[in-house]
């Protein structure tokens, strides 16, 4: 049978995408249901992790798992879970040491904001909103897998920041805020618990998500001038282009890999992408 370049290339990455680089690792995925966090969970399970899928969406987060089990033939779990609640995101954690025996990859995805809104009209419950969802879910996620990855000597923390935060957008202050802070804590994380073997990074994503699907519906011509200031003239898939970066900060390949800020946004943080809300 003739064999194209084209067919060769096409079977080296489908062998690159399933190496089994996870075998034998759980992770936690916050989030895990929708967006970049099923990008993420689909390119783990493509590489053999278990995987705990955290989602507040009771009928999403039990879909994904099931879908994960049948076509890829691993361990996945669904567990309702909102990260704004302390209680829950520990119990989160406790159940998945009980369920699977260990909790190597932690993956803080979950995250968002409010409508925009000027800074001198945020209000105190706004930031404390911004911080519960990006900050403190993170924060406690963190806390409650640290003893367990020290434990092993081994642990991969992937958190999430935002070219919103880094590049101070406009009328996204709560976000802004929230996701800085996420940075600040990892790096002090990785700092802290670098010696135990524990590897925490963060990677600043620009993808197309079912957020930016309806930003693009709703107001085109933004969306569409937002997307030519990207060098890369697109936004990035959750699972390959994402979920990549995410994969090689899980594995063994990212051990010496600590303290970084990944900005997965085809070029975006370079020179900064103008983003202007209707509003002075």
Same mark, same amino acid.
């Given at each position: ?72 033939? /691993? ?51 706004? /930031? ?153």
């Amino acid at each position: 049978m003739f064999t194209t370049f084209a067919d060769t290339i096409s079977t080296q990455l489908s062998e690159e995408l399933n190496m089994g680089r996870l075998n034998g690792r759980v992770a936690i995925i916050t989030g895990g249901g929708e967006g970049i966090g099923l990008g993420i969970a689909r390119r783990f399970a493509r590489e053999g992790a278990t995987l705990v899928i955290a989602q507040r969406k009771i009928e999403v987060g039990e879909c994904v798992a099931q879908s994960l089990r049948e076509e890829f033939g /691993v361990r996945a779990q669904f567990l309702a879970t909102d990260v704004c609640i302390k209680e829950q995101v520990e119990r989160l954690i406790a159940d998945t040491v009980s369920r699977f025996g260990a909790i190597d990859i932690l993956v803080n995805n979950a995250g968002g904001g409010i409508a925009p809104k000027s800074l001198a009209e945020t209000s105190d419950a706004d /930031v404390a909103y911004g911080m519960d969802l990006n900050f403190w879910s993170s924060y406690w996620a963190m806390q409650a897998s640290f003893p367990h990855m020290q434990e092993r000597g081994w642990g991969r923390i992937v958190n999430f920041g935002s070219l919103n935060g880094v590049n101070a957008h406009m009328h996204t202050a709560p976000y802004n805020i929230g996701k800085e802070a996420v940075r600040a804590l990892t790096r002090t994380a990785a700092v802290e618990w670098g010696q135990f073997g524990i590897c925490c990074n963060v990677i600043c994503p620009a993808a197309r998500t079912a957020a930016y699907d309806e930003f693009e519906r709703t107001w085109p011509e933004a969306a569409g001038a937002i997307t030519r200031q990207v060098p890369n003239r697109r936004m990035g898939d959750p699972e390959r282009d994402i979920g990549g970066v995410a994969l090689f900060l899980a594995s063994d390949d990212a051990a010496h890999v600590n303290g970084m800020t990944i900005h997965a946004d085809g070029g975006s943080h370079v020179n900064g992408v103008a983003w202007r809300p209707d509003g002075d």
